[in-house]
């Protein structure tokens, strides 16, 4: 191992502590709130905080994200953010473009073992699934479309795994299901993200330096509810194809 890598592996090991003690500090306060709270002030609170939390990650790391289309977001209502996934940072890269508002994820059920992330997700309204396990999936989804009735977020990763790289792998159908099932009237959102690979993946360990951009877009929400069987039905299709052009775009701007 190279004098610079190991001199970053040790950096971003004392700043990765300090984040995950944060993390734990913001779990905690929000699941004493639940017990006492409604549902509008427990969002308000995991939004807010949240915000915080991935402005310090952002500045601590030197983490230069840049937010197109933060307005297309419906504010007062649930959505499901549909995002492709290049690395472990898109979850800061999306959740800080977010701002205010409340976001869960949907993960791997392997991510609940890790420690201090694992409940973490879940307190900000998160859910894992177990890869091939319907039943598990439909269990999830059911949960899920009660609280984006009630007004929370969900963001998915269609592709199902990490890209580690530039290019778009195909978005799977099942991961649409949350979108499209329960009657929700929750809205789709695409999200782009471009080169948050670059923090992590292309190396082995966390880069920072504003030399290093992840783009954040958010393409305009479609409501489900007005869609015909057919086009729902071509929903994941359409949504990869529209990605696709978008990351293409921001891609080409970044090499002129």
Known sequence: MSISKYFMLTLNTFSVIKQLARMEKVRKNIDKLRKTADPAEVRSYIGKHNSRLMKQVAEDFK??????????????????????????LDVVAILYALGNKQSGFLGKSELRKVPF??????????????????????KVFKESWKHLKDGDSMVVFPEGTRSRGPRLNKYKAGAFKLATGGNTGAPLVPIVVDGAYHWFEEQGYLRTGDDVVVTVQFLDPIYVDNLSREEVKQLPNTIQEMTQTALTRIQNAQDD
């Open 63 to 88: 983490l230069n994200i840049k937010v197109i289309g933060r307005n297309k977001i419906p504010e007062n209502e649930g959505c499901v953010f549909i995002s492709n996934h290049q690395g472990y």
């Open 117 to 138: 992330v694992g409940k973490w997700i879940e307190s900000v309204g998160g859910y894992f699934v177990e890869r091939g396990n319907a039943r598990s999936s439909l």
